[in-house]
């Protein structure tokens, strides 16, 4: 069974960083693509970041030059580090996986549960 476990939420004032990080474990056979995506109450949930491994990442207009997404495939691991934040930054954000797995034929879609990311004015 596919795990996504995210770590690095917290309340930040405005101008500040944080870095979250995502490690996937559980039989996974190759990995696609990682990212992060965010939800704001009231609101869809929208892509933040992915990182895809033939080597390219893709950003929301809202966060190019703020935040920075970096992976390391050999380890499973996602990071986001996320800097001048502001308070519209302000969401759970969610870990995904697009991954391969041992026991399951085809590409699987898998999510963490969520860290809250508080950004104060």
């Known amino acids: 069974q596919v795990q996504l476990v995210e770590s690095g939420g917290g309340l930040v004032q405005a101008g500040g960083s944080l870095r979250l990080s995502c490690a996937a474990s559980?039989?996974?056979?190759?990995?696609?693509?990682m990212g992060w995506y965010r939800q704001a109450p009231g609101k869809q949930r929208e892509l933040v970041a992915t990182?895809?491994?033939?080597?390219?990442?893709n950003y929301a207009d809202s966060v190019k030059e703020r935040f920075t997404i970096s992976s390391v495939n050999a380890r499973k691991l996602v990071s986001l580090q996320m800097n001048s934040l502001k308070p519209e930054d302000t969401a759970v954000y969610y870990c995904?996986?697009?991954?391969?797995?041992?026991?399951?034929?085809?590409?699987?879609?898998?999510w963490g549960k969520g860290t809250l990311v508080t950004v104060s004015s």
């Open positions: 990182f895809t491994y033939g080597g390219s990442t």
């Open positions: 559980g039989g996974i056979f190759s990995i696609t693509s």
């Open positions: 995904n996986a697009v991954v391969t797995t041992t026991a399951t034929p085809g590409i699987m879609n898998y």
